[in-house]
């Protein structure tokens, strides 16, 4: 089994800055990909960043500029830095990754989600 922990959740001022981070471990062969998903209330999970396992890195448009994504392959790790925060930022933040258990199977796993208020 594969567990994705996350950490870093909290309370910040508009304009301010939060780093999230997300650890993989367990039965791990090979990661794919790992990245940061977002959900409020009555809405749907939505794409914040990912990388993959060539390096390559998508952002949400409304998170450009503002937040960086980075892997630690190593240590299996992948942070979310956040800047210039804005009350619409708020939300539960999901770790997700896609990961092979052996050398032909992979499925794809969440963290239990941090929440982040962005609150005056």
């Known amino acids: 089994q594969v567990q994705l922990v996350e950490s870093g959740g909290g309370l910040v001022r508009p304009g301010g800055s939060l780093t999230l981070s997300c650890a993989a471990s367990g039965n791990i062969f090979r990661i794919i990909g790992m990245g940061w998903y977002r959900q409020t209330p009555g809405n749907q999970r939505e794409l914040v960043a990912k990388v993959n396992n060539g390096g390559g890195i998508e952002y949400a448009d409304s998170v450009k500029g503002r937040f960086t994504i980075s892997r630690v392959n190593a240590m299996n790790t992948v942070y979310l830095q956040m800047s210039s925060l804005r009350p619409e930022d708020t939300a539960v933040y999901y770790c997700?990754?896609?990961?092979?258990?052996?050398?032909?199977?992979?499925?794809?796993?969440w963290g239990q989600g941090t929440q982040v208020t962005v609150s005056a």
């Open positions: 997700n990754g896609h990961i092979y258990t052996t050398y032909n199977a992979w499925n794809e796993y």
